[in-house]
Nanobody, 130 residues
Framework: QVQVLESGGGLVQAGGSLRLSCTASGLIFDNYVMGWFRQAPGKEREGVSCISWSGSSTWHADSVKGRFTISRDNAKNTLYLQMNSLKPEDTAMYYC???????????????????????WGQGTQVTVSS
């Protein structure tokens, strides 16, 4: 069974840090580009960060650039998102996504449609208090 499973969400004060993890199973992990998306109540799901098959290329939304870092460990079939200097506006459900299609920029990672998501995780909640 192909699945990706997120962990690491929680409640944190503004300015704090969290590290999200996403472990994949049932698929050849390094065949997939990976991404983190988030969805706040009443808003559309948006791309946060994406990473290429090898991890050599990454993209981050302007809203998180300089604060979030995406990485992957292909030996462990695991994707990470290090989130620093968290803000209340970062509060959302965060989803891990896998795609077979690479790309660059916001047209690739900015939306689930652009990323051509093949597998979604169940999500992990991140709440940042002011």
């Amino acid at each position: 069974q192909v699945q990706v499973l997120e962990s690491g969400g929680g409640l944190v004060q503004a300015g704090g840090s969290l590290r999200l993890s996403c472990t994949a199973s049932g698929l050849i992990f390094d065949n997939y580009v990976m991404g983190w998306f988030r969805q706040a109540p009443g808003k559309e799901r948006e791309g946060v960060s994406c990473i290429s098959w090898s991890g050599s290329s990454t993209w981050h939304a302007d809203s998180v650039k300089g604060r979030f870092t995406i990485s992957r460990d292909n030996a462990k079939n695991t994707l990470y998102l290090q989130m620093n200097s968290l803000k209340p506006e970062d509060t959302a459900m965060y989803y891990c996504a896998a795609s077979l299609f690479g790309g660059t920029g916001g047209s690739w990672c900015g939306t689930p449609t652009g990323f051509r998501v093949r597998v979604w995780g169940q999500g992990t909640q991140v709440t940042v208090s002011s």
